[in-house]
């Protein structure tokens, strides 16, 4: 056997995760988490960084970098449409002016066995755009809503891990976006769930 193989560890799966979004003050009819936290899509868990460039003076064969506030992505998540309307619910709240209904999200990672391995903390979470299904006569595809939001920060941390354990990047985001995500095994409406594992990032 090849003993370079013995350390090798297998890489997660993008089918195994759990979303997870609690609203600070859910609305009426809307209980935490949101949608039993059954997704069975979830993407925008990102960070950017642009730096500032200059050349230094008298120096032309080198670039100097500064860096500049931290971005974050938007974060979209799916799922099968049924009659239970949390995120129509949590989106017609937090369009309310001098409303405040953010979420405290949780978007976990599993490894292949369904262990919890990485978790992304996402703070703040906001929705910023909500989509019903697209309706097609010849066609027997589940029907899907769709929500995309925004967050302050993202921190990623080993599963179960709690508190400042988390890698993080001591930078303060000048544009938060991001979602909350709610997540879990099943996913609703007949549409095979995705289970997470913890997956931790952190910026703050």
């Keep these: 056997m090849n003993p370079a193989f013995e350390n090798v560890v297998a890489p997660y799966v993008t089918h195994r995760f759990e ?16 949608c039993n936290a059954a997704f069975a899509e979830c993407s925008g868990l990102d960070m950017t960084m642009e730096p500032e460039s200059y050349q230094s003076g008298g120096d032309n064969q080198r670039q100097v970098h500064k860096p500049k506030p931290v971005t974050y992505g938007r974060l979209t998540l799916r799922r099968g449409m049924t009659d239970t309307l949390h995120l129509w ?6 369009a309310k002016p ?3 209904s953010k979420a405290q999200g ?7 066995s369904g262990t919890p ?12 755009k909500i989509s019903g299904p ?6 027997t595809q589940i029907a899907l809503e769709e929500l995309q939001l925004v967050y302050a920060t993202m921190t990623l941390r080993p599963a179960g891990e709690s508190g400042g354990g988390g890698l993080g990047i001591g930078i303060s ?4 976006v991001g979602a909350s995500v709610s997540g879990g095994p099943g ?18």
């Design 106 to 112: 949780e978007v976990t990672l599993w490894d292949a």
């Design 117 to 128: 391995r990485l978790t992304f903390i996402l703070e703040d979470c906001l929705p910023v």
């Design 187 to 204: 996913l609703s409406g007949g549409i095979s769930a995705s289970a997470g594992a913890s997956a931790s990032f952190g910026i703050g």
């Design 89 to 94: 619910a949590w989106f017609a709240a937090a």
């Design 98 to 100: 001098g409303s405040n």
């Design 173 to 176: 985001a000048g544009v938060s």
């Design 19 to 34: 979303v997870v979004l609690n609203v600070d003050k859910p609305p009426s009819g809307v209980t935490n988490p949101l």
């Design 134 to 139: 697209s309706f097609n006569a010849s066609s």
